[in-house]
């Protein structure tokens, strides 16, 4: 190669434009990244912030790890509406009543908390001890009476004529109450008929209601089962007022 042709190469601009266009395209794609990431920063922070808004509004019934779903949360706070709230509480007390290992979905939930959430499936565990303080509510339970869980299975535990009266009992959803309905009855080591149960004690056992009135109005039960430590009920709900 020339002198020449190595002296033109030398002074040919075009590697110069060609190293500026690509220190520039870095630069926009820096500056983007950092905008992408302090947008993605503060989004997390103001999420954070909203699940500990939410968690301090729950803390006179429960001390509540609370989740926001979807992202951005700062779209769904402009709208005015959380996409998906989840809820989850290993005690928790309402009216007086307590629960235990509570778990809940909000959906459509609003950012103004005097506004009704969209739509509420919740669960949670309502101990032995609840169940018998409801039951007393609105049965006259003789003396001495408990319930138990064996096997999965809810029992009526008494005393007729001096013996251990152990009646087996089906929870069933009804509403916002659970109704249960005898199953079996043993007196002492003897299974009885169930026809042949006293009327007395018949009449005390249909009157078993746990009501769950007392929850935000439109959560209903839609399924209840047996737990060695109580029952575990389902609720559903749309339009609940939760304040």
Do not use: C, W
């Not at 009501?211 to 339009?239: H, K, M, W, Y």
């Amino acid at each position: 190669m020339s002198a020449a042709h190595t002296l033109s190469y030398a002074n040919d601009p075009e590697p110069k434009r060609r190293s500026r266009r690509t220190r520039l395209i870095v630069s926009a794609v820096i500056v983007v990244l950092t905008l992408v990431f302090g947008l993605i920063a503060a989004d997390r922070i103001v999420d954070y912030a909203t699940e500990q808004k939410i968690a301090k509004g729950l803390e006179p019934y429960a001390d509540a790890d609370v989740s926001v779903e979807g992202f951005p949360i700062l779209n769904q706070l402009a709208a005015g509406r959380l996409g998906t709230v989840h809820v989850r509480a290993n005690q928790a007390e309402y009216e007086g009543v307590e629960f235990a290992d509570v778990d809940a979905h909000l959906y459509d939930v609003p950012v103004d908390s005097s506004r009704p959430v969209g739509t509420i499936d919740a669960n949670a565990l309502i101990p032995l001890s609840t169940i018998e303080s409801l039951a007393s509510e609105h049965a006259s339970l003789p003396q001495g009476t408990s319930f138990s869980v064996v096997d999965g299975r809810l029992y009526l535990d008494g005393s007729l004529l001096g013996q251990a009266l152990v009646v087996g009992i089906d929870p069933q959803a009804q509403s916002r109450q659970v109704t249960v309905e005898a199953t079996s009855i043993r007196l002492g080591t003897t299974e009885i008929d169930l026809d042949s149960l006293p009327g007395f004690l018949t009449s005390a056992i249909s009157d078993i209601t746990i009501d769950l009135g007392f929850l935000p109005a439109g959560l209903e039960l839609t399924e209840i089962s047996v737990e060695d430590d109580g029952l575990r009920v389902n609720l559903r709900g749309s339009g609940v007022k939760l304040s």
